[in-house]
């Protein structure tokens, strides 16, 4: 997959350095092991947080972190470009059967918001469904206004406005999990559009790309009347333009926001049902409490390294990012609003780290 222009704006961005007096000597050179990451941009602003605290204390490893996508971190992690691809999306059967090495490790949990940009309404929550959503996204609701969304909405003046819709035009782990929401409560979505991390978007007049969260909240802040779906790490750049955010109806018929409760809810409905690759979506669980798009964000990693120091690096790494001390603590996680995995997840998560070699 060819690298995005996002990649050339977030790409090659060094977060960390070895200490520079011990650079200077071939010894240390020999020493310092480099990792790439790249993939979701979702997960970019936790690895930017991640990775200056880790290697403040392991000055001898060296990551840099790309926000290319899902798609492109899956692509290069299974290519060998990558040592670690974040995703926002567990890998299909079919590309586990093609990379049967490749791990899909959750490192953290994680939620998406709807956004939009309606003059004079962006400071109220408006409601909104699957189908709603879904009618928008292929057209056949044109309008704000129209009875769907005021049938949710009673008593709230919606203006009679086209409806821009705005997808990611990248390989998108949030692609992957808006599409999920829409086709697990909307047959009709289902059945003629689907989800993924790239698919077939209706053609709607008007209808809008974007690349990565940062051109999602940039192109619904500059267009009125547009709708987005926004990874929730963007939350204080969806603050800053000043976008409305919707509460969602989940599967119970609840309309919720994303809290730390309503994702912890609805991670606890599927924790049990997590099985040991972990590859399961999280997307439209029951609960009344349940928020509807959350999802594990994934480190995807081949279980076999070329060396044996970069199998330990990584494996020391990752075992320090789903550490609730370390990598999952509350400093961290709160500051992109996402949640630490619970104990189960997380001895699932180590178990698999552990068979990186």
Same mark, same amino acid.
């Given at each position: 997959?060819?690298?995005?222009?996002?990649?050339?704006?977030?790409?090659?961005?060094?977060?960390?350095?070895?200490?520079?007096?011990?650079?200077?000597?071939?010894?240390?050179?020999?020493?310092?092991?480099?990792?790439?990451?790249?993939?979701?941009?979702?997960?970019?602003?936790?690895?930017?947080?991640?990775?200056?605290?880790?290697? $403040?204390?392991? @000055?001898?490893?060296? &990551? =840099?972190?790309?926000?290319?996508?899902? %798609?492109? +971190?899956?692509?290069?992690?299974? *290519?060998?470009?990558?040592?670690?691809?974040?995703?926002?999306?567990?890998?299909?059967?079919?590309?586990?059967?093609?990379?049967?090495?490749?791990?899909?490790?959750?490192?953290?949990?994680?939620?998406?918001?709807?956004?939009?940009?309606?003059?004079?309404?962006?400071?109220?929550?408006?409601?909104?469904?699957?189908?709603?959503?879904?009618?928008?996204?292929?057209?056949?609701?044109?309008?704000?206004?129209?009875?769907?969304?005021?049938?949710?909405?009673?008593? $709230?003046?919606? @203006?009679?406005?086209? &409806? =821009?819709?705005?997808?990611?035009?990248? %390989?998108? +782990?949030?692609?992957?999990?808006? *599409?999920?929401?829409?086709?697990?409560?909307?047959?009709?979505?289902?059945?003629?559009?689907?989800?993924?991390?790239?698919?077939?978007?209706?053609?709607?007049?008007?209808?809008?790309?974007?690349?990565?969260?940062?051109?999602?909240?940039?192109?619904?802040?500059?267009?009125?009347?547009?709708?987005?779906?926004?990874?929730?790490?963007?939350?204080?750049?969806?603050?800053?333009?000043?976008?409305?955010?919707?509460?969602?109806?989940?599967?119970?018929?609840?309309?919720?926001?994303?809290?730390?409760?309503?994702?912890?809810?609805?991670?606890?409905?599927?924790?049990?049902?997590?099985?040991?690759?972990?590859?399961?979506?999280?997307?439209?669980?029951?609960?009344?409490?349940?928020?509807?798009?959350?999802?594990?964000?994934?480190?995807?990693?081949?279980?076999?390294?070329?060396?044996?120091?970069?199998?330990?690096?990584?494996?020391?790494?990752?075992?320090?990012?789903?550490?609730?001390?370390?990598?999952?603590?509350?400093?961290?996680?709160?500051?992109?609003?996402?949640?630490?995995?619970?104990?189960?997840?997380?001895?699932?998560?180590?178990?698999?780290?552990?068979?990186?070699?």
């Amino acid at each position: 997959m060819s690298r995005s222009p996002f990649h050339a704006v977030l790409g090659g961005s060094v977060l960390a350095l070895a200490v520079a007096g011990i650079l200077n000597t071939p010894q240390a050179f020999a020493r310092t092991v480099n990792v790439t990451e790249t993939g979701s941009t979702l997960l970019y602003p936790l690895f930017n947080l991640w990775v200056p605290a880790y290697t $403040r204390s392991h @000055p001898g490893v060296r &990551i =840099t972190t790309q926000g290319t996508g899902s %798609g492109t +971190g899956i692509s290069e992690a299974t *290519s060998g470009v990558a040592q670690i691809g974040a995703s926002d999306a567990y890998m299909s059967n079919m590309q586990v059967k093609q990379n049967p090495a490749i791990l899909n490790i959750p490192l953290a949990i994680s939620a998406q918001t709807i956004n939009y940009n309606i003059p004079g309404l962006n400071n109220v929550h408006l409601k909104l469904s699957g189908p709603v959503l879904a009618g928008i996204y292929d057209g056949q609701i044109r309008y704000w206004n129209a009875p769907a969304i005021a049938k949710l909405n009673p008593g $709230r003046h919606l @203006p009679h406005h086209l &409806i =821009t819709p705005i997808h990611r035009t990248d %390989g998108s +782990g949030d692609t992957f999990i808006f *599409s999920q929401y829409l086709s697990f409560s909307t047959p009709y979505w289902n059945s003629h559009v689907g989800y993924g991390t790239t698919i077939s978007w209706p053609a709607v007049p008007g209808g809008l790309g974007a690349l990565g969260n940062p051109g999602m909240v940039q192109a619904a802040a500059q267009t009125p009347y547009s709708i987005a779906y926004i990874g929730v790490s963007f939350t204080k750049e969806v603050a800053r333009a000043h976008l409305g955010t919707a509460l969602l109806k989940n599967r119970a018929g609840h309309f919720l926001l994303p809290t730390r409760k309503t994702v912890g809810a609805a991670a606890a409905e599927l924790v049990n049902k997590t099985p040991a690759d972990e590859r399961i979506s999280l997307v439209f669980a029951p609960g009344a409490e349940s928020y509807p798009i959350i999802n594990y964000e994934y480190a995807i990693v081949n279980d076999h390294q070329p060396s044996g120091v970069m199998a330990t690096t990584l494996r020391e790494f990752l075992s320090w990012a789903v550490d609730t001390h370390e990598g999952n603590a509350r400093k961290f996680l709160r500051q992109v609003h996402f949640i630490a995995l619970p104990p189960r997840i997380s001895a699932l998560s180590r178990k698999q780290i552990a068979k990186i070699h």
